[in-house]
């Protein structure tokens, strides 16, 4: 598992040390961004359900940490905030295996699958609109759809007697 996984990252390390962006032409740059783009959804789908079984072994204990945000704050070069965000992500979107084969498959960004996940917490039923939605539509936009669909179903568990 891990020599594949090795070697895999050692040839892509190689085949990106040889693209010249100034030598491109034409579509080029936009196709090397697109192939670069649907690698880079892959590999969050993957390390988001890495980082969720990571925080079940807890390795911040292990490594003196005081939490698993602190751990990954350290570890990724990043905020704690960051890290606390992308934690949550990760325990998110393992919960909801739509969203993650949408982001393993490159059909949407992780600050898509965030906000999808996110939703489907609240509303497990928005899920399927939203990703349909976040396929066509930009962060922002999917971001409002979230919100509208937040309140409407806010809105119908109150009209039924739930608390939202």
């Known amino acids: ?91 998110q979107v393992t919960k909801h295996p739509k969203t993650a084969k949408a982001l393993e498959g490159g059909e949407i960004s992780e600050d898509q699958a965030d906000v999808v996940a996110d939703a489907a917490d609240s509303n497990p039923g928005a899920e399927d609109d939203l990703l349909d939605t976040a396929t066509a539509v930009s962060y922002t936009h999917l971001r409002a759809h979230e919100t509208n669909n937040s309140i409407s179903y806010a809105v119908f568990c109150l009209k039924r007697g739930g608390g939202g």
């Open 1 to 91: 598992m891990f020599d594949r996984l090795k070697a895999a990252a050692t040839e892509t390390t190689a085949a990106l040390a040889e693209l010249d962006p100034d030598a491109m032409i034409g579509t080029q740059p936009a196709r090397c961004l697109e192939i670069i783009r649907s690698q880079e959804r892959a590999l969050a789908a993957k390390r988001l359900a890495l980082l969720a079984r990571a925080e079940d072994m807890h390795p911040w204990q292990r490594d003196g940490y005081p939490s698993f945000e602190a751990w990954l704050a350290a570890h990724d070069g990043t905020t704690t905030g960051k890290a606390k965000r992308k934690a949550r992500t990760a325990r």
